[in-house]
């Protein structure tokens, strides 16, 4: 009888603790774990914010605030258009502030001058996917006096800021010394244009000394015309024109078959037919 009661003690025990355990399986009791919120849409107006500072080395840095989601692509743009000069460079928004530059002159010191930055922001379908969550995927969740319709329907940001670089009296010299190498440039490929027309006289001859005289004029007009084309590698991407005549007016003054050709290239970019 004792045994008896042992067992069946036993018994109780084991089958309360198999019901206070799950055994593995799945609670009937809902999951507490919270929903992942969807990310939140841009809800104020855009502010952007950017001012142009110098470097020791006469270089411009183009920096800023902004309240544009991280991330986000913009494209910044530094131009004077008293010398033709105008260079991008793109930045993006890293805990919202952006940079962008320096902008130099051909790996040198800016001219003294007036510059515009112009700070935009591409259009959302060019803008990683994160950044349209909150824009909007044409833009439509953006407002403000900073934001435009573009040509394409999808809303962009525009802001600029003017920076004045040096004197009054250094930003006109600087002014004139450029006028001047623009037409000095011009000039010179003008002038060797003509020489390389007046060599054709001397070219696909069998005539020795036509051939000799075409040599002796080679040589010194290609000498022109590497220096004239170091002139123009130092103007601005306005002047592309003049960069492109310098280009072919070397083998414009040679003792080329195709020489006439590069002649009528010349002519044409001078002409301002690229």
């Not at 355990?21 to 507490?32: I, L």
């Not at 319709?149 to 940001?157: A, L, N, Q, W």
């Not at 000394?209 to 010194?220: D, F, I, N, Q, T």
């Amino acid at each position: 009888m004792k045994k008896f009661l042992l067992l069946a003690s036993m018994l109780s025990i084991c089958l309360s603790i198999a019901a206070c355990s799950d055994g593995g399986g799945k609670s009937d009791q809902p999951s507490t774990q919270a929903p992942v919120s969807p990310t939140a849409i841009m809800s104020e107006d855009v502010r952007l914010n950017a001012e142009v500072t110098r470097t020791d080395n006469g270089r411009l840095l183009v920096s800023g605030k902004t309240n544009l989601p991280d991330k986000t692509s913009l494209l910044v743009t530094l131009s004077n258009e008293a010398v033709g000069y105008t260079a991008q460079d793109k930045a993006t928004v890293i805990d919202g502030r952006f940079s962008a530059g320096p902008f130099s002159q051909q790996s040198r010191g800016l001219e003294a001058g007036q510059y515009t930055a112009e700070i935009v922001m591409p259009i959302p379908r060019v803008q990683p996917t994160e950044v349209q969550s909150v824009i909007g995927d044409v833009g439509q969740h953006l407002t403000g006096e900073l934001v435009q319709d573009s040509s394409v329907g999808e809303k962009v940001v525009k802001h600029s800021v003017s920076y004045t670089l040096g004197s009054e009296g250094s930003i006109q010299q600087a002014q004139s010394d450029h006028a001047s190498l623009v037409s000095e440039v011009r000039e010179e490929i003008e002038h060797l244009l003509m020489a390389g027309l007046g060599m054709e006289q001397y070219r696909n001859t069998d005539d020795l000394s036509a051939l000799k005289v075409c040599g002796e004029k080679m040589r010194v007009n290609q000498e022109r015309a590497k220096k004239v084309r170091e002139r123009a590698d130092t103007l601005p991407i306005s002047q592309i024109s003049l960069k492109v005549a310098s280009v072919d007016v070397h083998p414009c003054v040679s003792c080329s078959g195709t020489a006439l050709e590069a002649c009528e290239r010349v002519k044409e970019a001078l002409d301002g037919e690229l």
